[in-house]
């Protein structure tokens, strides 16, 4: 599918990277602009809201454009995940690794010059316990990191990851997880999981294949199951 010459529907979380989108969103909107690209601003209100207006954007012939980090673009991904449909980020979070891992710049006009193109392909979608996700699914330890670096204010930028590890570190207790990749099962430390696509050993991925503007090539999934859970 070749998104080119499609309006976009540009889906801003507002309180994604500390807030810092709020001066990103009027850059990009400059360089839409600029290049004669439609679109439509839509602020989410949540990761359900969210996915109700890029399923909506999808019905009306548009390109759901994600502006935000990877929770909400792993959300949006796994419910457009088999349908056809494009879907277009903007890197807006903290980490943004996927974006990073596709090679999609943080650099607004960079980014935008990357949607103009239009050219779009295929990425694995993992699954865990039920819940799909894109680039990387966390257990354990490094769930528990999130979890608090997502909670956190008054620190910022990539400093937030190193103040979350250590106080995750501080309470955290050892956990094992039984994983099952194939017919093959064993016990494993808590850990990252992330499918192919993210160039790690990954676990998890039975979904369909979505299509991401732009990606980075498709990769063969893996069947698996974790006795932890996503975040």
Known sequence: MEAAGKPLALLVNPSSGGGKIRTLLPKVEHELD?????????????????????????DAGEVPVVMSGDGLIGA??????????????????RGNDLARVLGIPTDPASAVEVLAAGETREIDVGEANGQRFLGIASVGFESEANRIANNVRLVRGHLVYAYAALRALITWKPARFSLRVGVSGCGSPAARCPPPTARHTGVACSSPPMRTWPTASSTSCWSATSGGSAS
């Open 34 to 58: 600029l290049r004669r690209i439609p679109f439509r601003v839509e602020r989410t209100e949540s990761a359900e809201h969210a996915i109700a207006e890029a399923l909506t954007a999808a």
């Open 76 to 93: 949006v991904g796994g419910a457009l995940a088999g349908s056809g449909t494009a879907l277009g980020m903007i890197p807006g979070g």
